[in-house]
């Protein structure tokens, strides 16, 4: 964990990106899996219609394509539930990037407040502090 909250929020951003990355993919995967037993059916069917080929061919049956159907379901379902919680952890990880760049935002302008509220007590009173030295050298 960085010690700088502006650091902080970078670094979640990033992890935001990360995991919204691996959800984009595992969608993608279970759709291809999804389009693939839906062809497995289909083969399934057709075989059904052609037992003389089943055991030639080495198709298979009917009942081995629709198991391999199932299966190739099976997986897609996985890889859907993984992508949404990969997109549920982007999702943490933006809003944690939002809450920590505020957390930034704030602590940069209560710095600068302290800054200006020094600096003019030290043209009251002719300081020379750190703000006053930087002031004067830029």
């Known amino acids: 964990m960085s010690t700088s909250y502006r650091a902080q929020a970078d670094e979640y951003r990033r992890d935001a990106a990360r995991y919204y990355a691996?959800?984009?993919?595992?969608?993608?995967?279970?759709?291809?899996?999804?389009?693939l037993a839906a062809d497995q059916k289909k083969h399934a069917r057709w075989l059904t219609s052609r037992p003389d080929i089943w055991e030639e061919f080495a198709?298979?049956?009917?009942?081995?394509?629709?198991?391999?159907?199932?299966t190739l379901e099976r997986i897609?379902?996985?890889?859907l539930k993984s992508s949404a919680r990969d997109y549920a952890s982007s999702?943490?990880?933006r809003d944690l990037s939002k809450v920590y760049q505020?957390?930034?935002?704030?602590?940069?302008a209560r710095v600068e407040q302290y800054k200006a509220e020094h600096l003019a007590e030290c043209k009251l009173e002719g300081?020379?502090?750190f703000w006053h030295q930087m002031e004067v050298s830029a």
């Open 22 to 35: 691996r959800h984009r993919k595992g969608a993608q995967d279970a759709a291809r899996y999804y389009a």
């Open 59 to 70: 198709f298979g049956s009917p009942a081995d394509t629709e198991r391999y159907a199932q």
């Open 76 to 79: 897609a379902d996985h890889e």
């Open 91 to 93: 999702q943490h990880y």
């Open 102 to 108: 505020n957390w930034a935002d704030e602590q940069t």
């Open 127 to 129: 300081c020379e502090s």
